[in-house]
């Protein structure tokens, strides 16, 4: 039996690392590290700064190659069928070192939000004891960045897809909502004079991108800035929080 220690580093910032997952980190016989491909090498590359930054001898360090998600069979299906890959590959680096007692995966953002690994991990047999070490989440990390506050006083917000954007439109009973995962720039289905954005892409990281106003105004600009990011860099992560104007008013 082992202890899986999934710790949210942050997005992309080192200083985003907890002392408590600083401490996970230098406790664990064995770190599972995600290769992406080529133009993500990166996103490993920070895996191994933190892991350097936080110890003196690093454990042992296992990759594993994340497969890719088919989409044939509905979006739904094709998530459950890559989401058992993903833990086949976990299985089988944990199994390449049966002395490994604390194994560790660190998880950009937080485990708890929008964020799989808990679901791949509850595919392990056996079954090992989980730990979840939070960190800064994206939505942290851009609220902070922009220097706002995510609600209104006493009002609610939603937190969802691009997806559902695009298929359900805006939210009931909302006047905010944070967009996650959202690869299309869903809000161009909305209509764009109704709202206000605040978006930012490698929020926390030394490549910070932030643009906010009216989403008439700067739609095209975050458009453009992020095509042109994602090409300078071969990948991008970027989140963004929008605002419904009441009755046509500005939001400060």
């Not at 454990?59 to 989409?71: G, L, N, Q, S, V």
């Not at 902070?144 to 506050?149: E, L, N, T, V, W």
Request: proline share 5%; net charge negative; aromatic share 8%.
């Amino acid at each position: 039996m082992y202890e899986l220690n999934l710790i949210g580093i942050g997005t992309g910032n080192p200083d985003h690392l907890t002392f408590q997952g600083a401490q996970a980190i230098r406790e664990a016989d064995l770190i599972l590290i995600p290769r992406k491909g080529e133009n993500k090498a990166d996103l490993a590359g920070l895996r191994e700064q933190i892991i350097a930054q936080v110890t003196d001898t690093p454990p042992e360090i296992a990759y594993f190659d994340i497969p890719k998600r088919r989409t044939e069979d509905g979006y739904l299906r094709g998530v459950d069928d890559w989401h058992d890959a993903i833990a086949l590959r976990w299985q089988e680096a944990i199994s390449a070192h049966p002395q490994a007692r604390q194994v560790a995966l660190l998880v950009w953002g937080d485990p708890s939000l929008y964020d799989s690994s808990l679901r791949i991990a509850s595919r392990l047999n056996p079954y090992p004891a989980i730990r979840v070490l939070p960190g800064i989440t994206a939505l942290q990390a851009l609220t902070a960045a922009h220097a706002i506050p995510i609600n209104d006083i006493g009002a609610p917000y939603v937190v969802t897809t691009g997806r559902r954007i695009r298929d359900e439109g805006w939210p009931k009973g909302v006047d905010k909502v944070a967009v996650m995962l959202d690869g299309e720039c869903s809000f161009q289905c909305l209509e764009m004079s109704d709202y206000h954005i605040w978006w930012g892409a490698y929020v926390g990281m030394k490549e910070q991108i932030l643009v906010s106003g009216s989403l008439q105004e700067v739609a095209t600009e975050i458009l453009d800035t992020r095509a042109n990011a994602r090409s300078e860099h071969g990948w991008i992560m970027d989140i963004y929080l929008l605002q419904k104007r009441r009755n046509g008013a500005e939001v400060s």
